[in-house]
C-alpha cells in the first residue's frame, strides 16, 4: 500500500530542480500524480487588496469626497497640496518672508500726524481777591518726519536677522515636507505589506485547513493518531489568530494612509519614483552635509542670534536722524481765530553714555549664538547618523531579500515534497506542520524585507534632503509662499539702496559660515557591508504577496 506514495516522493526529489537533469513529463503515469500533488499541495487562495474599506460619508462631510489613490505619484502630490501640517508649515514659512521686507523699511522715513480738537477752561486769582475766567475751544495739527541717516550697523543687523528667519522657515519647510513625504511613502508601504500579510495568513490558514481535512479523514480509518490531529488542530486555531491579527493591521495602517495622505488608499500599484541619486556611502555624506534641511535650519538659526547680538552691539553707536516738523496751532487756547504756523528741520544725533544692563544683554547675545554655533556640528552629527542608518539598513534588507527569494522556494518546495512524504511514511504529522511554518515565516520575512528596503530608500532621501516634490515629481515647490515675492514691498525707491549703503556695521561679527569646529565630524563611519545591486525581485509588489516573482 505504501508502494506508490514513496516511488511518488522519490520522483518528485529526483525530479526537483536542483536534481533533476532533465524535466519530468507532467502528462503520463507517476509524474502527472506528482504534479497534481505539488499543485494541490498549497491550495489557491484570493490575494488581499489594498483597498481600505469606506462608511457613507456623514451629514457634515464635505461636497466631494477624494477619490481612493492608487499610485504613489499620487499620494505625494495629494500629500504635498493638502496635507494640514505641511500647509500650515507653508504658511508660518510665508509669514517669516514679511520679516525682511518689515527690517529693510528701517531704512525709510517714518510719517507721524497728529490732530486736537479740546476745550480748556482757566480760572485764575487776582491780586483783588477776585477771579478771571477764559474758556474756549481750539484745536491744532502737527505732522513729523523722521528719516534714519546713520545707525552704524542697527538696521543692517536688523535686515540680517530678518533674512535667516526666512531662511529657517524655508529650511523648516523644507525639513516638515521631507517629514511628511517620509511618512507617505512608508504608508504606502506598509499598506502593500499588510496587504500582503493578510494574503500569506489566509494561504497558511488555507494550508493548514486542508492539513486538518485530509488528516480528519486519515484519524477516521486509523491512520493516525488523536494527538497528530490535536496538532493540526492547534496550527489550525493559531493561524486563524494570526489571520484576524493581520486583518486589524491592515486596517490600522490603511487608517494612518487616510490620515497623511488625504485620500483612502485604493489598489495600489508598486511604488516607484525612489531612485538613489547616490552609488556609495561616502557620496551620500557629502549630498546630505550639502542639503540636508536639519543642517541648513541649524545654519540659519546660528545667523540669527548673530544677527541679534550684532544689533546689541550696535547700540553702543550714536545713531544720526533727520527730522522734519510742520505744525499748525493757536496763539491762544481759547480760540482758533489767530493762528501759528511752525515749519522745523533738525538732524538729531543719540549718543548712549550710560545703560548698565546693556554690556549683560550683549554678553548674553553672544553666548545664545555660541550655543547655535555648537547645534551647527550636532546637526550634522544626527544627519550623517541618519544616513549611515538608512544606507546599512538599505544594504541590509538588500542582501536578506537575495537569500529570502531561495528561501521561498526552498520552504515551498518542502512543504509540498512533505506532504507526499507523510503520505508514504516517511515524515509525520509533525514534520509537515513544522514545514508549514517555516514557509509561513519566510514569506512574511521576505514581506517585511521588501518593505523595509524600500522606506529605508526613502528613509536615506530624506536624510540627504530629497525626499521632496520638488525633486521626486519635477518641477516647483508645490503651495504658494505670498512672502516671498514682497522681500522689498517696504523700499522707498533710491533712498533705501543708499542708506543700506551707508549703514555699514562697526561692531559685526561677519556673515561668512562659521567653520565646523567638531573634531568628531573629521571621520565618518563606513559601509557594514556592500550594497547589492537593484533587482526586480527586490520591489515589493501587492500582486505577488506569497512567492518571490519570477
Request: negative net charge.
Amino acid at each position: 500500500m505504501l508502494l506508490w506514495p514513496a516511488l511518488a516522493a522519490a520522483e518528485y526529489v529526483l525530479g526537483s530542480p536542483a536534481w533533476a537533469k532533465g524535466p519530468a513529463d507532467p502528462g503520463s503515469g507517476i509524474a502527472a500524480a506528482v504534479a497534481a500533488s505539488h499543485e494541490s499541495g498549497i491550495p489557491p487562495t484570493p490575494r488581499q487588496s489594498t483597498a481600505a474599506p469606506m462608511l457613507p460619508p456623514g451629514p457634515d462631510a464635505a461636497p466631494s469626497a477624494p477619490e481612493p489613490v492608487r499610485t504613489l505619484t499620487q499620494a505625494i502630490t495629494l500629500a504635498s497640496t493638502d496635507n494640514p501640517r505641511l500647509a500650515s508649515q507653508r504658511a508660518s514659512a510665508s509669514a517669516a518672508d514679511h520679516r525682511v521686507a518689515q527690517a529693510r523699511a528701517a531704512y525709510g522715513p517714518t510719517l507721524d500726524v497728529e490732530g486736537s480738537y479740546g476745550l480748556t477752561s482757566d480760572r485764575n486769582d487776582t491780586i483783588l481777591g477776585t477771579q478771571s475766567r477764559q474758556s474756549g475751544w481750539a484745536s491744532s495739527a502737527a505732522a513729523v518726519l523722521t528719516q534714519p541717516l546713520l545707525t552704524f550697523g542697527r538696521n543692517r543687523a536688523g535686515e540680517a536677522v530678518a533674512r535667516a528667519q526666512s531662511d529657517y522657515g524655508a529650511e523648516q519647510l523644507r525639513f516638515v515636507e521631507n517629514e511628511v513625504l517620509l511618512t507617505v511613502v512608508t504608508d504606502y508601504v506598509l499598506v502593500i505589506r499588510d496587504a500582503n500579510a493578510v494574503s500569506i495568513a489566509r494561504q497558511n490558514t488555507a494550508i493548514l485547513a486542508k492539513q486538518l481535512d485530509d488528516d480528519g479523514v486519515r484519524f477516521s480509518v486509523r491512520e493516525i493518531t488523536a494527538t497528530d490531529l490535536q496538532q493540526v488542530q492547534n496550527r489550525y486555531a493559531a493561524a486563524r489568530a494570526g489571520l484576524a491579527q493581520a486583518e486589524g493591521q491592515l486596517g490600522a495602517s490603511q487608517a494612518q494612509f487616510l490620515r497623511d495622505v488625504g485620500a483612502p488608499a485604493g489598489d495600489l500599484a508598486p511604488p516607484d519614483l525612489l531612485e538613489l541619486p547616490v552609488t556609495t556611502l561616502d557620496e551620500a555624506y557629502t549630498a546630505a552635509d550639502e542639503r540636508s534641511p536639519l543642517v541648513a535650519a541649524a545654519r540659519a538659526r546660528e545667523r540669527i542670534s548673530r544677527g541679534q547680538a550684532d544689533r546689541l552691539r550696535a547700540d553702543w553707536l550714536p545713531q544720526v536722524d533727520v527730522r522734519g516738523t510742520a505744525a499748525v496751532g493757536t496763539l491762544t487756547p481759547y480760540t482758533d481765530d489767530r493762528r501759528t504756523r511752525r515749519l522745523q528741520a533738525q538732524v538729531t544725533a543719540t549718543i548712549p553714555l550710560l545703560d548698565l544692563a546693556r554690556a549683560p544683554r550683549v554678553a548674553e547675545a553672544h553666548d545664545a549664538n555660541r550655543a547655535d554655533w555648537l547645534l551647527i556640528d550636532q546637526a550634522m552629527r544626527e544627519n550623517r547618523a541618519s544616513v549611515a542608518v538608512a544606507w546599512n539598513t538599505l544594504a541590509s534588507a538588500r542582501t536578506s531579500l537575495g537569500w529570502y527569494v531561495t528561501a521561498v522556494d526552498a520552504a515551498r518546495a518542502a512543504y509540498e515534497g512533505a506532504r507526499i512524504e507523510e503520505r508514504a511514511g516517511q515524515r509525520t504529522t509533525l514534520d509537515v506542520l513544522d514545514l508549514a511554518r517555516d514557509l509561513l515565516n519566510v514569506q512574511n520575512g521576505y514581506n517585511a524585507a521588501l518593505a523595509s528596503e524600500y522606506v529605508a530608500r526613502a528613509n536615506l532621501l530624506s536624510a540627504m534632503g530629497r525626499l521632496d516634490a520638488a525633486s521626486l515629481l519635477g518641477g516647483a515647490p508645490a503651495g504658494d509662499r505670498p512672502g516671498r515675492g514682497l522681500i522689498q514691498r517696504g523700499d522707498v525707491p533710491l533712498v533705501t539702496p543708499l542708506l543700506r549703503l551707508l549703514d555699514l556695521p562697526v561692531l559685526s561679527a561677519g556673515d561668512d559660515p562659521r567653520p565646523i569646529t567638531d573634531p568628531g565630524l573629521a571621520t565618518r563611519v563606513g559601509a557594514a557591508l556592500p550594497l547589492p545591486a537593484d533587482r526586480p525581485e527586490l520591489h515589493i509588489d501587492p500582486t505577488t504577496p506569497d512567492r518571490p516573482p519570477h
